[in-house]
């Protein structure tokens, strides 16, 4: 069955993903390329989709975003975050 979402965004940790991985200084592609050592594969135009809050996230993909990004759950989800 395919999800469905009835709001503009698909997701509210894009904004906070974008943020906190320029900040750090990776790439899209190097961001997709860490995920996938821990066997998370989301691939660069994913990253994109998801930064743009127009791709849905899994639970296993946030975890996976919080250890490459080396951030406690909550800062994900944290509104208009200062990085």
């Known amino acids: ?7 503009e965004y698909k997701n509210i940790v894009g904004e906070n993903v974008r943020k906190i991985r320029t900040a750090k200084k990776l790439s899209q592609q190097a ?7 821990l066997a998370i594969y989301i ?5 994109s989709r998801i930064e ?5 996230v899994t639970d296993i993909e ?3 975003l919080t ?6 759950l909550e800062e ?7 990085v």
């Open 43 to 47: 691939c660069r135009g994913s990253i």
């Open 62 to 64: 946030v975890f996976g």
């Open 1 to 7: 069955m395919a999800r469905i979402i009835d709001t």
């Open 67 to 72: 250890q490459i990004l080396n951030v406690p």
């Open 31 to 37: 961001l997709s390329d860490k995920l996938e050592t």
């Open 76 to 82: 994900l989800f944290r509104e208009n975050i200062l």
């Open 52 to 56: 743009d809050r127009t791709r849905t």
